[in-house]
């Protein structure tokens, strides 16, 4: 009875796509960047833009949020927000030199309705920017 239990919920598991605040979205974006700019791809080739990804910590994100003209307030919302809809970022359960839990941030789309994203289109929408 258990077994059947889980498989009954397995088949009634649906795929939610989360959607974004404007701010949320702007917030990404520069997540994005981040990304471009300091991150890595789950391969040296990557075939999508979700395979490029960074090891971040909360207090880096908000910090990147404040050096782009947020308040620490509004950072620490907008953050705590994203984390919250749990698409992005992944616990990776480890931490960093200073004891920072880290979380692993993949590049999102949050420049049209696509799904699937080719890592050549997603610098170029990257770099492109918000409209």
């Not at 080739?45 to 994100?61: A, D, I, R, S």
């Not at 890592?119 to 170029?124: F, H, P, R, V």
Request: glycine content about 6%; cysteine-free.
């Amino acid at each position: 009875m258990y077994v059947e239990t889980i498989i009954k919920n397995k088949k009634e598991k649906k795929v939610v796509k989360t959607s974004y605040t404007e701010n949320e979205k702007k917030a990404l974006h520069l997540v994005n960047e981040s990304i471009f700019d300091n991150g890595w791809s789950w391969e040296s080739g990557p075939e999508f833009g979700n395979e490029h990804w960074e090891n971040v910590t909360l207090l880096g994100m908000i910090e990147l949020l404040v050096s782009e003209g947020w308040s620490t307030k509004s950072a620490e919302g907008t953050i705590g927000s994203i984390v919250d809809k749990d698409r992005v970022f992944s616990d990776s359960e480890q931490k960093n030199d200073e004891g920072e839990k880290l979380f692993t941030s993949r590049w999102t789309n949050v420049y049209n309705d696509e799904d699937n994203v080719s890592a050549e289109e997603a610098e170029i929408l990257t770099n492109k920017g918000m409209a």
